[in-house]
């Protein structure tokens, strides 16, 4: 039985964004144990054996898994039920069966359903990702420092809960134990309905009457901001929101209520009321802890006051490479109503470079901001 057997074989069914850098994360923190990887796309597994990523690819699933301690599931959420169920049929006595959609409840009721005696499954949500897609977007460092939501089902045993976060936390995530109704609640309503609400205001925003493209002009600080994620893949959010329909139907309806209200308080003119509503949402987001909503962000932004001058972007890029400081990304800001200040936009990759590149900066003479 594997509780009492230290883990050498890993199993990942999908080699996307996700499975490719828990691919490369494993194969970083654990170079002895065995890695087998499987996806429809041959030049997946391909690019992957290349690398040295794994010891073993297929495109069969059974031969993926026949023998594996530990198999994640890496696959848009609505395979994942099927793929449990296929996988059931074929994995060892004593493996473990984890997935990584960002919907819980209809899986782990599928695994329930489905899985023989001696075969575990706990689901997995790992809250790290970036804009872009695919094996070859993957990256080892991608789940340093974020949360990794673990569902375990009521029959786990603890050590097998004990085993997968030991394994999350090796490769640098911050696993956290909860249950699955309740992840599905949460993630509806500061995931889900965010990008349902950044969709309809991008669809509102392009129906405005502007022959001469002023909104696109424009449209820039707050707005931006706020739509980003209207940015992504519409096939994965037309599956997650189908997952969680039941509670996403709720959220939405509870924001409809949220809005009708305010559209009546600016029928009546009411600017208590109107004030209030503003001042309920602002004591709110203040009160979120800033560090723990950072480990969400694939980067970390400082904005700094520039005058607009020939040879000003590469001073400060060779002044912070001079310390050591990388800069993952830069950009001028156009349109800057709703910014801290500063037109220019330095992304750094964690918060002590941020605060190593402010001080650095701050030092030379430079006015810095941090949103």
Request: one cysteine or more; aromatic letters at 6%; hydrophobic letters at 40%.
């Amino acid at each position: 039985m594997l509780s009492g057997t230290e883990i050498k074989t890993i199993s990942i069914v999908g080699l996307g964004l996700i499975g490719g850098s828990l691919a490369k994360a494993i194969r970083h923190s654990h170079p002895d144990w065995q890695i087998t990887g499987t996806d429809i796309e041959e030049k997946h597994l391909a690019l992957a054996l290349k690398e040295g990523v794994m010891d073993k690819g297929t495109t069969s699933l059974e031969e993926a898994v026949y023998n594996a301690q530990v198999i994640f599931v890496c696959a848009p959420v609505g395979a994942i039920p099927g793929l449990i169920k296929e996988i059931a049929a074929h994995a060892p006595a004593g493996a473990i069966i984890t997935d990584t959609g960002s919907t819980k409840e209809a899986i782990v009721r599928t695994a329930m359903e489905c899985l023989p005696p001696g075969v575990f499954f706990v689901g997995g949500h790992p809250m790290a990702g970036t804009e872009h897609s695919g094996y070859a977007a993957s990256i080892p460092h991608l789940f340093e420092n974020a949360y990794y939501v673990l569902t375990p089902l009521p029959s786990t045993p603890a050590w097998v809960i004990n085993r997968l976060t030991s394994l999350l936390s090796s490769i640098g995530a911050i696993p956290l134990v909860m249950d699955p109704q309740l992840h599905d609640r949460i993630v509806g309503a500061i995931s889900h309905l965010p990008h349902v609400v950044a969709s309809a205001l991008v669809n509102a925003v392009q129906e405005i009457d502007d022959p001469q493209h002023f909104k696109e002009r424009l449209a820039a600080g707050g707005f931006r901001d706020i739509t980003r994620i209207a940015s992504s893949s519409p096939q994965m959010w037309r599956d997650i929101s189908l997952s969680n329909r039941q509670r996403l139907v709720e959220l939405i309806e509870s924001t409809v209520r949220h809005l009708n209200a305010f559209c009546k308080y600016l029928d009546e003119g009411s600017a208590d009321e109107i004030e209030d509503f503003f001042w309920r949402a602002k004591k709110f987001r203040d009160s979120l802890p800033r560090l723990q909503s950072q480990v969400l962000l694939p980067y970390h932004d400082l904005y700094v006051d520039i005058q607009d001058r020939p040879g000003i972007i590469g001073e400060i890029a060779t002044l912070l490479g001079q310390h050591s400081i990388n800069i993952k990304n830069l950009r001028i800001i156009n349109s800057r109503e709703d910014e801290p200040g500063g037109c220019l936009v330095l992304s750094l990759a964690d918060a002590v470079s941020l605060e190593k590149a402010r001080q650095v900066l701050t030092e030379e003479g430079y006015k810095t901001y941090v949103k």
